[in-house]
């Protein structure tokens, strides 16, 4: 019992010491222990050991954490040496050594070797006394010559100065000088240094001094409203509140920018001539000798009103080949400018133009005249336009009996020749359509052909019929399509009947375009069913179909039993 009760004691202890081992290394694995060392000695000057006491502080070049493995001090012993461990030192890393010990201070460099250990030794001195500054004054001007004065420090021993300047340290003597700075906050500095420990020198003395300037302040622009005129005069003021328009009482002047273009030295009220119509930016701003203000920003819009739209009187169609083309318009608009009439015709734009206007037509078709007035600036009104046809018509035959062929505007068919349309009401964009013609004529035709012409390009399918023999009546149809993009309107066809080339009738018909119901535009929009989904849904509704027929004959089948059943029980029934 004693046997087991040991060696559960001991099961125990390993137990809780595997338990605890984790946990220790764990503990040891977090501590901040680094290997790197530096260590050294520390001189006087003369050679001889400065003994204990001296604070040592090494810097671990480029090491930012943990600080205080980075930065670490230590007191020299009895024998002038100094070690310090636990640093966050890299091999071959680099650090800076500083040693003080009362009035004497010494620093050093050194860099660790593959073992992450460096060894740098430090000789202190006895610095010499500060230099004295004479104070830079400061001043408004930066032109002028800044001179930098001071007397040296002094010490038992040779020494140098160095002049601090824009950040740095250079090797110099008293006096330097500086020309043409900037407008800013400087500092500069002088120490002395030993010449036979050029790292041993004063605390530097430093002297601060401003150049400064008072910037101008934005002046203040009379804003220009929106105008009619191309002529302008933009005026505006200094700002004359709190330190503007100049603290320093600098002689200013002014900068001035209309859309972009700049003229310096400008002076209150402005002229600006020539202005187009639309937008304009102007700016201001005020300068001194040597700073300006920001620029001070306005806009303004030239603007120009057209004349108003003549007002055209409709011209009917005609079969004679001249017409009057009458319109009123207005003398000037209404900022005053005059109005000139601009008139066009058969590709060709008259202006001037006034009304009436007499043009001659050549060959029978649609005939659009239009007219616009626009003033003296350019500003003009949309074009009115207006349309009319001209016919010929034939002279040589007696007119159809009842003058049932006559066409629109007094011009009809040659005698003999009766022709009908029916158009359809109305055409969708992209539709296809027919027309259908009746044409009835009594002489013989050698070869006749038929042919549609449309102003707009409207397409119908030419028909030739060659021979046709008189006392007949064709009747036929006209196919075309009209274009995709059309827009709602009357559009007018030309049919014209030739034989061998020669004319035998001209026949406008009106064709009205429209736009499609809401309801069909919606349903022209949907996308097209993939063919085998198609297909897959006319056999479903197959499916279903059979299947409900089926369950019909099933149905029907099952009532003729049932009806067969009862007969049997109703015959047995009687015979018992």
């Known amino acids: 019992m004693k046997k087991e009760a040991l060696l559960r004691k001991e099961v125990l202890l390993l137990a809780v010491f595997l338990l605890a081992f984790p946990i220790l ?19 006087f000057l003369n050679g001889s050991g400065v003994g204990s006491g001296a604070n040592v502080t090494v810097t671990v070049v480029g090491c930012t954490t943990p600080p205080e493995n980075c930065v670490r001090s230590v007191l020299t ?9 636990n640093l966050n030192l890299p091999p071959y890393g680099n650090v800076s050594a500083t040693a003080k010990k009362g009035v004497y201070y010494g620093t050093n460099t050194g860099q660790a070797d593959q073992f992450q250990a460096a060894f740098v030794n430090i000789t202190m001195c006895e610095a010499p006394t500060s230099a004295t500054l004479v104070p830079v004054a400061d001043s408004h001007y930066p032109n002028i010559t800044f001179w930098f004065n001071w007397t040296s420090g002094s010490s038992p021993y040779p020494t140098f100065d160095q002049w601090y300047w824009q950040g740095s340290w250079q090797t110099a003597s008293s006096p330097q000088s500086k020309t043409n700075l900037a407008f800013a906050n400087y500092t500069w500095g002088a120490r002395t240094c030993l010449s036979s420990l050029p790292s041993c020198c004063s605390p530097p003395a430093y002297d601060n001094f401003s150049v400064y300037n008072a910037r101008p302040c934005m002046p203040i622009l009379t804003p220009q ?3 009619h005129n191309n002529t302008v005069v933009l005026n505006w003021t200094s700002n004359t509140t709190g330190s503007c328009p100049d603290a320093d009482n600098d002689t200013t002047y002014y900068n001035f920018r209309i859309d972009g273009n700049l003229s310096t030295n400008a002076t ?33 819009n030239v603007g120009n009103n057209p004349c108003p739209a003549p007002n055209l009187t409709a011209e009917p169609d005609t079969c004679v080949n001249q017409a009057l083309l009458e ?16 008139f066009y015709f058969q590709g060709i734009t008259q202006s001037p133009a006034s009304s009436p206007q007499t043009v001659i037509m050549t060959t029978q078709d649609m005939y659009t005249w239009r007219v616009r007035s626009c003033d003296n600036y350019g500003a003009c009104s949309a074009w009115v336009e207006d349309k009319f046809i001209f016919c010929t018509c034939p002279s040589i035959i007696e007119e159809a009996d009842g003058g049932r062929g006559a066409g629109r505007g007094g011009c009809v068919l040659p005698a003999g020749y009766e022709i009908v349309f029916s158009v359809p009401r109305d055409v969708y964009p992209g539709e296809s ?28 399918e030419r028909l030739n019929y060659g021979p046709v023999l008189g006392n007949k009546e064709i009747t036929t149809k006209l196919k075309g399509k009209i274009p995709e993009d059309f827009r709602e309107g009357t559009y007018y066809l030309f049919v014209k ?63 003729q039993k049932q009806a067969q059943k009862n007969s049997i029980f109703k015959k047995i029934k009687e015979s018992v």
């Not at 503990?27 to 260590?39: F, H, K, Q, V």
């Not at 319109?327 to 601009?342: F, H, K, R, T």
């Open 25 to 43: 290394f764990i503990s040891l694995a977090r501590a901040d222990i680094y290997m790197g060392t530096c260590e050294g000695y520390v001189f």
């Open 327 to 342: 319109w009123v318009s207005a003398s000037v608009d209404s900022e005053g400018d005059p109005c000139i009439d601009e």
């Open 497 to 559: 009947g030739y034989n061998n080339g020669d004319l035998l009738f001209n026949k406008p018909v009106e064709i009205r375009v429209v736009s499609p119901p809401t309801t069909i535009v919606s349903f022209m929009r949907l996308p097209a069913l993939p063919c085998c989904l198609f297909l897959g849904i006319i056999i479903i509704l197959i499916i279903i179909a059979a299947t409900v027929w089926a369950s019909r004959e099933i149905y029907k089948k099952m009532r």
């Open 433 to 460: 359509f027919e027309i259908k013609m009746s044409l009835k004529y009594f002489i013989s035709i050698t070869n006749l052909t038929i042919e549609t012409e449309s102003p707009e390009k409207i397409e119908v």
């Open 77 to 85: 012993d009895s024998n002038s040496y100094y070690v310090i461990a």
């Open 268 to 300: 209150p009220p402005k002229t600006v001539s020539g202005l187009s119509f639309g937008p304009h930016t102007w700016q201001v701003q005020e300068c001194d000798p040597w700073e300006c203000s920001d620029w001070a920003t306005d806009t303004f």
């Open 225 to 227: 409203n929106d105008t």
